[in-house]
């Protein structure tokens, strides 16, 4: 990024590049954290105004938020009762946050992926992991009209302040993101992939 500087044009377009290929959701060589080192080289950069540095300023506390080995940020959950729960009270050696809108074909994808895993049903029938599925969108009608379809032995909550969403409480810059937390609530994984949830529960059980 120093070296590019050099020149503006050049600036501009590593910097689209690095966006693009280290924080874009679809992009297979994401990697947030890498990425955030772009993002305090960007915000502290010369090269760019003030106004230039807001949105990557921003990018930078999004991805600040909920980082691996960090405490991830408690929030309430409503249930289709309407009843409440905090996200620090399940207990379970293994909380697998689940973010998703129930018209949304990759979420439905990987339901069925976690529905049909064997690793994923074992560690859930002796309690050591368990899913907290959230709708952090405001269209209860969408959610209710799917909360039958959804397992019943998960977590299936909606987000009923929109906090989540409106105060960017958790960087959801794709549905479905997924988090995957210790039993003291420490991030694990951050907005990874089923495979790779998937394969730290295996490791840990080698």
């Known amino acids: 990024m120093k ?15 690095m966006e693009k290929y280290l924080y ?8 947030e954290e890498m990425y955030i080192a772009v993002l305090e080289y960007l915000t502290e950069s010369s090269s ?12 930078l506390e999004l991805a600040l938020k909920n980082r691996i080995g960090t ?21 379970a050696d293994y909380l697998l946050l689940f973010f998703y809108n129930p018209d949304c074909h990759a979420c439905q994808e990987i339901t069925r992926q976690m529905e049909s895993s064997f690793l994923i049903n ?23 009209e799917h909360v039958s ?5 998960w977590i299936n909550s909606y987000d009923k302040s929109v906090s989540l969403k409106n105060d960017e409480i958790y960087d959801l810059k794709a549905i479905p993101t997924l988090y995957l937390l210790n ?13 790779q949830i998937e394969n730290y529960l295996s490791q840990t059980t080698n």
């Open 122 to 144: 074992e560690f859930s029938k002796s309690n050591k992991l368990k899913i907290l599925a959230v709708y952090p969108d405001e269209d209860l009608d969408a959610w209710k």
């Open 24 to 31: 874009d959701p679809n992009s297979p060589l994401r990697n």
């Open 71 to 91: 405490p991830a940020t408690d929030f309430t959950y409503t249930l289709a009762n309407g009843q409440t729960g905090k996200l620090y009270n399940i207990k």
């Open 149 to 153: 379809v959804m397992p019943k032995e």
């Open 48 to 59: 760019l105004s003030d106004v230039e540095k807001i949105r990557p300023a921003h990018l």
């Open 183 to 195: 039993k003291e609530k420490k991030v694990l994984l951050k907005d990874a992939t089923f495979q």
């Open 3 to 17: 070296q590019t500087e050099q020149d503006s044009a050049m600036f501009q377009y590593f910097s689209e590049m």
